[in-house]
């Protein structure tokens, strides 16, 4: 993904002051500064203190199983309410750690 386009997600999808934790692929080059964020660089480590990637990494490798494992095929426009049946899904996980649940902003 070019980083223009990581930039303008960012802006529309990321409330100012949260933290991002990011890997160092080169889209993330142009993070826009008002976001605090820290890199993980996993050609040297997954975790960086508080900083790793491997939460969202495991929700979209679920993801990619569910569709695999459910849907034939799925139509580009109905994306979205795939990700949000897979965001309930992984956030009713039975699992002690909650505070690892993803939201998704209301359409």
Request: with cysteine.
């Given at each position: ?19 991002l934790y990011i890997d160092t692929a080169a889209g993330y080059n142009r993070v826009p500064p008002q976001f605090v964020h820290e890199q993980v660089d996993h050609a040297r480590q997954y975790v960086a ?59």
């Amino acid at each position: 993904m070019k980083a223009a386009t990581l930039a303008e997600g960012i802006h529309k999808h990321v409330a100012p002051g949260a933290m991002l934790y990011i890997d160092t692929a080169a889209g993330y080059n142009r993070v826009p500064p008002q976001f605090v964020h820290e890199q993980v660089d996993h050609a040297r480590q997954y975790v960086a203190g508080r900083c790793h990637t491997n939460s969202l990494e495991n929700f979209w490798t679920l993801f990619k199983r569910g569709l695999k494992g459910t849907c034939v095929s799925i139509d580009a426009p109905h994306l979205g309410r795939y990700v949000e049946e897979q965001v309930f899904r992984f956030n009713e996980r039975k699992d002690t750690t909650r505070w690892l649940n993803f939201s998704v902003p209301a359409a």
